[in-house]
């Protein structure tokens, strides 16, 4: 038995009037005088379920179709026909019902056909990709991480996966999680008290890692285009809709490329992902801009027919105070940037996305290429209209000399990093990269604001056995 | 300056007599007596290096030029030539030779035109991608890699990006590494002495995570064609060449499916990937099958020629059990096979990949399927010549009640799994997946034996510090 899925089924995947089968999921039944039942069945492949058109001749009609409830599972087929409906392409006129899964107790089940909170969908998030809503997340998630691996892929980028645990917390980006074998209960300690780290699993202290950036960039050095895209963890307890403590990041590494590279790069990656998403996830975008966010498609489209702007970090402080407008964080030489300023300047200022570099050198990491000023870096952000910063990058500080000042600058022991100076040392190039967080891009595409809402598993209080 | 990439310079990018600039590493650079040079550049693009051939004429020839050591990065502009060397498709007559970064101190550069053993290049695994076998491996690894996410995408599946930290231990795949932001050194305690772990980042006690299957699961009854593809982590001791603490799993898993739809599904995709590798990288394969294993590219055709052969459990210890082969792990029905089993079944008995399923339930998982006779599982693994186990997969057991019976014989509380047997209440299919190991795979298909040397960053003693 040729199985069709919803999406072929109502692009007319066989001829008008060919039978067909088809299986997924009961959204909704709804039964008209005449003696007819109407289902409505989907099974993830599309945004659209299609509708069965059941008569009440068939000869179970009574016995299993008038007992089908949402959420039943089914297999149904039927002949394909042009829908009378409108909205819909398709229908099935059904020969033969099947229910392959029953729901126990239909009252209980806790994806009704109505509008539900994100806040309750969360209590239910194994069920909750049923719904509409993250149905569509699920399908642009994937369509965004499959184009991302595209992009790269057909550049000649080489995907690195990067360690996930990692001995060293060079970053400082962050609280780490820490991973350990060692019995909780019975820590083994030192001599002068304290945990003796040389009996955990890998013979020291363990974190989970925050970016494979610095790893990536030893294989950039011998394989001159690469990229990383894992998951990366924050132990930061900010409770906030834009931060999670596990997501996944992308970060490609160029070299003998400088910043104006990264720049482009970032580009010509954010293109070509929402170029995708628009081409192939049409459905599902139109219900973000029907039901989510209204520009959600224009926006995307505003971005793509634009330019990026690159403005100095010097000047870009300039404009926010020449700008006359009031901001709750003041504006002068030295602050980071607050999501309030990015919006401006890429909202009201350009109208477009923005990108901002050469940061001042105390509000950026170790790593970042010292310009000739000596009070910047070569690093950039890449502002969008409607969300902020989506892309921080920077070239790199490939001079073994100037590193080491900012390692002590910043009180970083050298020692730690050997085998990151080790580099400088050995053929070292110009070459610089950027990071990309995929829930925040998979949350400014749809629209979907709460990053818990663009995951597959979000823990709450109440459920987070997962 | 437009770069050319040596993969295509040796496709002969631009037509021969025409300028170009390539930018890379020195891997060996020889003078003649008739005063020309010869450098050899790699840039990470495709297997082979390209030669520069360098007249005495060029300006920085006798500054520059004759202090040119392996390692060192250049951007050299010349003519591409077609090749009067033998091996060599086309050559570039340099007109300019740059130094980009030099090598500190030649002597003490650990990678020289000279073979290493792999021992020695893991201590030094930040520069081991400049060698012939890991540049090659690093290569082959992403093509195996993109190709599994292409497989599935052409087919219409969901990448969804299961939880890495989870509260859960239900499959009892082994030991977990633990995931903390408690202070170790103060360790809060409940008024029983008990670490109180509800201070925890997550509120519980939470661990690496060792599948995505049991969430995959969840989003496989809405979505019907899913996968995971992501780090799994195991804290066993077993410091074999074929174990890893983290490592890359791919698993799929299907609605409405069987164990013959699984099975189908293992031999589509693994064929699918050996494809590409052998289409893609046949410059790398070309290495591995001359220096590292003869058979790396004849076995990988040969199980594209081949049928995968199933066979039943019971009936497989019975042509053990007939073979007159003596084995190490005596055979009898009940036994997990053996990596000498394995081989004997596929090597010997049917020269091609064999598909063995329905294995005894008590050396199974939870939440593989019970077959009638109560006795054995619907569980398969694929075994390909040359290595043994290198899938393992099965259907999953949807009937509420019949898993239950298997949890309370293994003694697993229900309410870790309270959301898991959900799944079984509402509109539960047979369904089912596979788990595949990447790491495997690829040292299965370069021929390199140790997984440590198909991994970016492999930790030694040594070199912990990752």
């Known amino acids: 038995m040729a199985i069709t899925s919803i999406k072929e089924a109502l692009a007319g995947a066989v001829s008008s009037g060919g039978e067909i089968t088809i299986q997924g999921w009961i959204r909704t039944r709804r039964d008209s005088k005449a003696g007819i039942s109407f289902l409505n069945v989907h099974d993830g492949s599309c945004f659209d379920p299609i509708q069965i058109v059941v008569p009440k001749e068939l000869a179970n009609y009574e016995e299993t179709v008038l007992q089908i409830t949402s959420g039943c599972a089914v297999t149904i087929t039927g002949t394909l026909v042009q829908s009378q409906g409108k909205g819909q392409s398709f229908e099935i006129q059904a020969t033969q019902v099947t229910v392959v899964g029953w729901v126990e107790n239909p009252d209980s089940y806790p994806i009704q056909p109505k509008p539900h909170t994100v806040e309750f969908l969360r209590e239910v998030a194994h069920l909750r990709p049923r719904t509409n809503l993250i149905g569509a997340v699920t399908r642009v998630r994937n369509t965004i991480s499959q184009s991302i691996h595209q992009f790269f892929n057909e550049n000649g ?5 990067t360690p996930i645990i990692t001995a060293s917390d060079c970053e400082g980006a962050g609280e780490l999680f820490r991973v350990s074998a060692l019995d909780m209960q019975n820590l083994p300690r030192t001599e002068q008290g304290n945990i003796d780290f040389s009996q955990d699993f890998f013979g020291c202290e363990s974190f989970l890692t925050v970016s494979g950036q610095l790893n990536v960039e030893a294989y950039c050095l011998a394989m001159s285009k690469v990229y990383t895209f894992g998951p990366t963890f924050r132990a930061e307890n900010s409770n906030t809709s834009r931060h999670l403590a596990e997501f996944w990041m992308v970060e490609p590494e160029i070299a003998f490329a400088d910043l104006k590279d990264v720049i482009q790069l970032a580009e010509n990656m954010l293109k070509y992902v929402f170029n995708k998403v628009l081409s192939e996830r049409a459905d599902d975008m139109d219900f973000f801009a029907k039901r989510v966010e209204k520009t ?46 990015e919006r401006f300047l890429s909202e009201e200022h350009v109208k477009a996305p923005v990108v901002v570099s050469n940061y001042p050198k105390d509000i950026k990491a170790f ?87 663009v995951i597959p598993f979000p823990r709450t209080r109440r459920n987070a056995g997962f």
Chains 1, 2 share one sequence.
């Open 157 to 161: 980028y080489c995907w690195i996966h």
């Open 296 to 341: 959600a498609i224009s926006r995307l489209q505003h971005i793509l027919e634009s330019q990026f702007v690159e403005i100095d970090y010097t000047d870009a402080i300039k404009i926010l105070q020449d700008s006359g407008k009031k901001f709750e964080h003041p504006v002068s030489w030295g602050i980071d940037l607050q999501t309030e300023h």
């Open 367 to 453: 790593y970042m290429r010292m310009n000739d000023d000596n009070k910047t870096v070569a690093a950039m952000d890449v502002l969008a209209p409607g969300i902020g910063e989506i892309i921080g990058g920077s070239q790199r500080e490939e001079r073994l000399d100037k590193l080491d000042l900012r390692l002590d600058e910043m009180g970083i022991p050298k020692e730690s990093l050997g085998w990151y100076r080790d580099l400088r040392r050995y053929g070292t190039v110009p070459h610089g990269g950027f990071g990309l967080g995929l829930e925040r891009l998979v949350s400014y595409i749809t629209g979907v604001a709460n990053v818990r809402d």
